[in-house]
């Protein structure tokens, strides 16, 4: 994958592209794609970061997990902010996931949710905007921009927001922190 | 709050609004093109600002920033209280309502 013949700067740049997606947490799948470096120079980056391996394994290829209702919330955040920055500036479209996943890291914090998607899938949403096989529809109700399949009727969508789903958030993991903070109150 | 202080406020206001912006655009333009909701050029325009002009574009009788949003449902649902402040679902629908609407504006601008 590596050109022959880069310049110095170059590599620079690219390596701390990399460093700045690892933090984000980017699996090796990500790094290998988006950053011209060998993969041993990327494991070894990895690992200097991290401070471990990288995990092994496929990543997540279904759009199924972005439609599920706190996925698309957020999928639909992230999607709402690298649309935004990728309209308004001439970044390459690494630099803007990486832009536009940084500000969705804020934005949930600020909002006290705990961050759903990671990197590696907010990459994994770009691209597959990019194959046309995921786009955003305007919600009837709010207006809103939302995550749905290209080929979704959306005549009369509505978002998940403005119509909350009865089990909405109730995860095993959200239930598990009740339970748990019920027995620290007894 | 009489005029005098009301100028004063406008200009305190004026004033650190600016030097804000002019410090976000320098240390991450696109990301600073988001927070502002600014375009390309105004944030150009302002970044090239000297203190000087800064300065007197701050002693203005009108206040340099505006509300972006005009929308009633983003307003109130950043007002809204939520039932469960562990996850606040209103101020997340609040942030893709807002980051939609910068998107579109930046489009019309583009």
Redesign the interface.
């Known amino acids: 994958m590596a050109k022959r013949g880069r310049s110095i700067v170059d590599e620079g740049r690219e390596i701390q592209r990399a460093i700045e997606l690892i933090k984000l947490g980017a699996r090796l799948q990500v790094l290998e794609t988006e950053i011209h470096l060998s993969r041993e120079r990327l494991l070894r980056l990895y690992k200097e970061i991290q401070g471990k391996s990288p995990p092994k394994g496929m990543l997540p290829f279904s759009t199924d997990w972005f439609m599920t209702w706190q996925p698309n919330?957020h999928s639909?955040?992230f999607m709402?902010?690298y649309?935004?920055?990728d309209?308004?500036?001439e970044?390459e479209e690494i630099?803007?996931i990486t832009?536009a996943y940084?500000?969705y890291l804020e934005?949930?914090g600020?909002?006290?949710?705990e961050t759903v998607l990671s990197l590696t899938r907010a990459w994994r949403l770009v691209k597959f905007f990019d194959a046309g096989m995921l786009t955003t529809t305007?919600c009837k109700q709010?207006?809103?921009?939302?995550v749905v399949h290209s080929y979704d009727l959306t005549d009369s969508y509505v978002c998940g927001?403005c119509h909350?789903p009865s089990r909405a958030?109730k995860t095993v993991a959200?239930r598990a922190g009740l339970a748990a903070a019920a027995i620290g109150a007894s | 709050m009489n005029t005098e202080q009301i100028l004063n406020e406008i200009r305190e206001a004026n004033l650190s609004y600016l030097l804000l912006a002019q410090n976000m655009i320098r240390s991450?333009?696109?990301?600073a093109?988001?927070?502002l909701g600014l375009?390309?050029e105004v944030a150009a325009m302002v970044a090239g600002l000297t203190t000087a002009q800064v300065l007197k574009i701050a002693a203005s009788n009108m206040l340099m920033c505006s509300f972006r949003f005009d929308?009633r449902?983003v307003w109130s649902l950043l007002g809204s209280e939520s039932r469960e402040?562990?996850?606040?679902?209103a101020?997340?629908?609040a942030?893709?309502?807002?980051?939609?609407r910068?998107?579109s504006r930046?489009?019309v601008a583009?």
């Open positions: 919330i639909s955040l709402g902010i649309q935004y920055l309209k308004s500036s970044l630099d803007v832009k940084q500000l934005q949930a600020a909002c006290g949710m305007g709010c207006g809103g921009h939302f927001l909350i958030g959200s | 991450d333009r696109e990301q093109l988001y927070r375009s390309e929308d449902l402040k562990a996850s606040d679902v101020g997340v629908h942030a893709i309502l807002m980051s939609g910068n998107a930046a489009a583009a």
